[in-house]
C-alpha cells in the first residue's frame, strides 16, 4: 500500500497539483494538509486530520464507481471527517471557490 501511496503522490493529476499547491504550508486558515494520506483502507487525496475534512478529487472515472465513492464517505464519515468532494474541472476553474467551501468546512465545528 505504501508504494501505491508514494506512485500517487508522484503522479498527480493537474487538479491535484494546483490544490495541493493552494492547501500545503498551512494556508488554509492554518490546517495543516497531508496529500494521498491513508485512512483504513481508503487513500484521501488530501486530509486536514486537525480539521477533520477530507478533499476528495473525482474526475469522469468517479461516474463509474459510486458504489466505491458511497463507502469511502461513509467510512470516513463515521470516523468523525467531513468529506468534500470537487470535480476536477470545477478546480481548474475555480480554485478560490473550491478553496472558500473547504476553509468554510474547516471552520465550521463538528458535529457531535
Known amino acids: 500500500m505504501l508504494r501505491h501511496v508514494r506512485t ?3 503522479d498527480q493529476t493537474e487538479s491535484e497539483r494546483l490544490l ?3 492547501l500545503r504550508r498551512r494556508q488554509v486558515g492554518g490546517f ?3 496529500r494521498q494520506h491513508q485512512i483504513g483502507l481508503y487513500i484521501c487525496d488530501f486530509a486536514s486530520l486537525d480539521g477533520q475534512v477530507i478533499v476528495e ?3 469522469s472515472q468517479h461516474l463509474t464507481q459510486a458504489a466505491y465513492d458511497a463507502r469511502c464517505d461513509h467510512f470516513l464519515t463515521s ?5 468534500l468532494r470537487f470535480w476536477n474541472g470545477d478546480v481548474m476553474a475555480k480554485p478560490d471557490d473550491v478553496l ?3 476553509y468554510q468546512a474547516l471552520m465550521t465545528p463538528p458535529l457531535p
Open 8 to 10: 500517487l503522490r508522484k
Open 20 to 22: 495541493w499547491s493552494r
Open 32 to 34: 495543516k494538509f497531508r
Open 57 to 59: 478529487l473525482d474526475g
Open 79 to 83: 470516523a468523525g471527517f467531513r468529506v
Open 100 to 102: 472558500d467551501t473547504i
